[in-house]
């Protein structure tokens, strides 16, 4: 199995970036696709992103399209999401997985997740 560790959450202020990382270990994430999803208190874990294997494909929601970019770095076996124009909307504990498939959009298509790690936005 793999195991996820994600980093880089704090606290940014509205129309500010973020970027967090998602360090794997145990198995190279070259045989995952990777995807972020994030879960704000009340509410339904969200996917935000998610990447193919060698970064040939991604996918996004039209709530994070052109904000958020996910990324991969396999030889360091860490994926990587970059936030940009930020807005309290976006406070949420992040959380990264690992799957089949980038085509996956929901919670059941990633076999592997992080705990988590808090991203709040101040307006």
């Known amino acids: 199995q793999v195991q996820l560790v994600e980093s880089g959450g704090g606290l940014v202020q509205t129309g500010g970036s973020l970027k967090l990382a998602c360090l794997a270990s145990?198995?190279?994430?070259?045989?995952?696709?990777m995807a972020w999803f994030r879960q704000a208190p009340g509410k339904e874990r969200e996917f935000l992103a998610s990447?193919?294997?060698?970064?040939?494909?991604?996918n996004y929601p039209d709530s994070v399209k052109g904000r958020f970019t996910i990324s991969r770095d396999n030889a360091k076996n860490t994926v990587f999401l970059q936030m940009n124009t930020v807005n309290p909307e976006d406070t949420a504990v992040y959380y990264c997985?690992?799957?089949?498939?980038?085509?996956?959009?929901?919670?059941?298509?990633?076999?592997?997740w992080g705990r988590g790690t808090q991203v709040t936005v101040s307006s």
């Open positions: 990447i193919s294997r060698m970064s040939s494909r991604t």
């Open positions: 997985a690992a799957g089949q498939s980038y085509i996956g959009i929901g919670q059941k298509a990633y076999d592997y």
């Open positions: 145990g198995r190279t994430i070259s045989n995952y696709a």
